[in-house]
């Protein structure tokens, strides 16, 4: 018996959020609650930070796909998170690049593994 499928969420800036929208991501439910935020300059990381947990709370999010750039701002709760559903990941936006030193999840992915379990 297959369960419920899950959303995809997103929080970043415009660029990435309408591609993903485009793509068929968005959703948005009768209550006005949405599965995105569009991070832009006057955007307070008091509310970033309640979108992200609000995401984590909900049981329809599979995955949350989040600019590496947004993430920085609320990089204590990105820690924080380490249950493996949702399943955040960092992603580049258009105006910044994707660094590997910075995502966290990436970090503690490499932790779990050695160069001999790969030889």
Known sequence: MAGRAKLVAVIGDEDTCTGFLLSGVGELKKTRESNF???????????????????????????????????EMIRHAIDAHVQSIPAVLEIP???????ASKDSI?????????AEDFR
């Not at 991070?39 to 999010?61: H, Q």
């Not at 990436?106 to 050695?114: N, P, Q, V, Y």
């Open 106 to 114: 990436l970090r503690r992915a490499e932790g779990m593994f050695s």
């Open 93 to 99: 936006s258009k105006e910044h690049p994707y660094d």
């Open 37 to 71: 935020l569009v991070v832009e300059k006057d955007t307070s990381i008091a509310e970033i930070e309640e979108t992200f947990r609000g995401f984590l709370g909900r049981d329809d999010v599979g995955i949350i796909l989040i600019n590496q750039f947004v993430a």
